[in-house]
C-alpha cells in the first residue's frame, strides 16, 4: 500500500485508514521499532488484556488446576527448626 507523507506542524506524517486502524487494533499510541531497514508499526497493548475471561474459560473447561503442589511431601519441618 502507497500512501503520502504529510506535514503536522513541525513534523511530519502519515495518515492510516480507519480500516487498517481497527483491524490492527490502534487506537491512542503505536510502538514504534526499527528493524533492519523496516519501521515496525505496532499497537500498544496490555499485557494481562482480557485475563479475567481467560481464567473464567480455563476454571469452566478445568484447566486451572495446580501444576506444582503448595508442599512437596519430602520437605521437613527440622529444617525450619
Known amino acids: 500500500m502507497k500512501t503520502n507523507i504529510i506535514k503536522v506542524g513541525n513534523s511530519k506524517g ?3 485508514n480507519k480500516t487498517i486502524l481497527e483491524k490492527y487494533g490502534f ?3 503505536v510502538n514504534l ?3 533492519d531497514d523496516f519501521l515496525i508499526i505496532e499497537p500498544v ?8 475471561l481467560l481464567f473464567k474459560e ?3 473447561d478445568g ?3 495446580l501444576l506444582i503442589p503448595d508442599v512437596f511431601y519430602d520437605e521437613s519441618d527440622a529444617l525450619w527448626e
Open 45 to 52: 497493548k496490555n499485557p494481562r488484556e482480557n485475563w479475567d
Open 14 to 16: 502519515l495518515i492510516l
Open 27 to 29: 487506537d491512542e499510541e
Open 58 to 60: 480455563m476454571h469452566k
Open 63 to 65: 484447566d486451572d488446576k
Open 33 to 35: 521499532k526499527l528493524e
